[in-house]
Each structure stands twice: as C-alpha cells, then as structure tokens.
C-alpha cells in the first residue's frame, strides 16, 4: 500500500499522522504544500481545503487527522487504541478534546498583549487540569504502550514546551501529572522526528507575527 501524506510544515493535525506513521515504522512520503496558495489538485482532493490528506494508491483521498490515524492504526500491525470499547471510546472522545485545546493554543499565541495572554493561559490551564484527574500514572494516556490519544495531545506540548522557555503557558506544578506525561512524549524518538528540523524556528516566527505580547517575552529572554 503506498501512502502519501499531504502536509503543511507547521500543522499540528498532520502532526499527529506522522508520529503514528513513524511509531508504527510504515513506509510513507510526505509532500508539503503551501497552505497560503495550495496547488489546484488539492482542492480536488481536499474538501475543506485542510491538511493532512492521506493519498492511499494515489486513488484514495482520506481527509480528517483522526479518521487517518484510525485507518493507519487498522491497516498495520500492534493498535493504538484501547481493546475494551469502554476505554476505546474514552479515548476518542479526549482525542476530541484535544482539539478543543488547539482553540486556546491558538488564542495564547496571537494574544496583543498580557492581560489577554493571562486570559487565554487560564483556559487551557483549566483544560489541562481535566486531563490531570484523568491520567494515572503513566507514563502514557493509558500506560505504558502509546496511544492515538497520545498522538494528539503531543504536538500541543511539543508547541506549549517551546514557549515555556520564554514565559509559562501552565504550571507545571499544579499539574504534575500533565508534565510527565508532556515530558515522556517529547522524548520519544518519533515525536521528536514528527516535524521538519527547522520547526522549533517556523514556530517561534509564526507566534512572533501573531503576538505582540509573545513577540515581547521573546525579545527579552
Ligand atoms: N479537523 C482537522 C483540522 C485540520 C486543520 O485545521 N488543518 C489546518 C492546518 S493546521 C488547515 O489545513 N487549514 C487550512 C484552512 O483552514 O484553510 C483535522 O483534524 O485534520
């Protein structure tokens, strides 16, 4: 099967894709388009104009990070989700709320200024502390093996890590189990390899452009 993963450098879905790629060491391409003026044959392919798109043959276009790493998950050995359906369904709905946490990350980083930075950092504060009752004691979302779930939530703290070097977007104190299991994802290899190796610097222009609070922080560290 020949699998051709349709990216755009900075996005934290396909993201998610390539890590569950590279844990499960299937052979892939990845080919990177510009989001701000994509190739016609994308806009075949890609209903919503999003990335990532999974061309599987170069006949099938499936679209929507979550449906790809189910369908990636499924056609290769070992899963990365959970046998019991109970569980299996708990992790896709945090897989959800992953998503919902991409909201506040995008509101943190294009913040004008302080207050409204302190605004934003406090509501993914408080997701994060729904994550904090639910994990155990890790070092993954369900243990010891990586999960989807896992996959989703690791380009988030790859992003708040990042900025935690120039100013806190959440208390790595008051959310202690958070933190390692942020720290045990950013360690693995495959996390680490899931993005291109000028990303850190993309990232931090990106935030700089869109925040002048962040912009601030960053001049002064
Ligand atoms: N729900 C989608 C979200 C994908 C998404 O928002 N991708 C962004 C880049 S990170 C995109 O392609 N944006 C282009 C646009 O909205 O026009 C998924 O999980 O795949």
Request: proline share 7%.
């Amino acid at each position: 099967m020949e699998l051709e993963l349709i990216s755009f450098k900075l996005c934290p879905f396909v993201q998610r894709s390539v890590i569950t790629l590279l844990h499960k060491q299937v052979p892939h391409t990845i080919t990177y388009i510009d989001l701000n003026s994509p190739p016609a044959w994308f806009s075949e392919i890609s209903p919503l104009g999003k990335v990532p798109v999974l061309r599987v043959d170069n006949r099938h276009a499936i679209f929507e990070s979550a449906v790809i790493n189910e369908f990636i998950d499924e056609v290769t050995p070992g899963r990365m989700h959970p046998e019991d359906p109970v569980r299996r369904a708990i992790n896709r709905a945090w897989i959800e709320f992953a998503s919902d946490c991409w909201g506040d990350h995008m509101q943190i980083t294009s913040a004008p200024e302080e207050a409204k930075f302190r605004a934003h950092r406090a509501a993914l504060e408080a997701k994060l502390a729904r994550l904090e009752q639910v994990l155990g004691d890790g070092p993954f979302f369900n243990g010891d093996s990586l999960a989807l779930v896992d996959t989703a939530f690791a380009p988030l703290f790859m992003r708040l890590e990042m900025l935690n070097r120039f100013v806190s977007t959440y208390d790595r104190e008051t959310l202690p189990r958070v933190a390692a299991w942020s720290d045990a994802l950013l360690a693995l290899p495959e996390v680490r390899d899931s993005v291109v190796p000028e990303f850190e610097k993309l990232y931090l222009a990106t935030v700089r452009n869109r925040s002048d609070y962040l912009d601030d922080c960053l001049d002064a560290a």
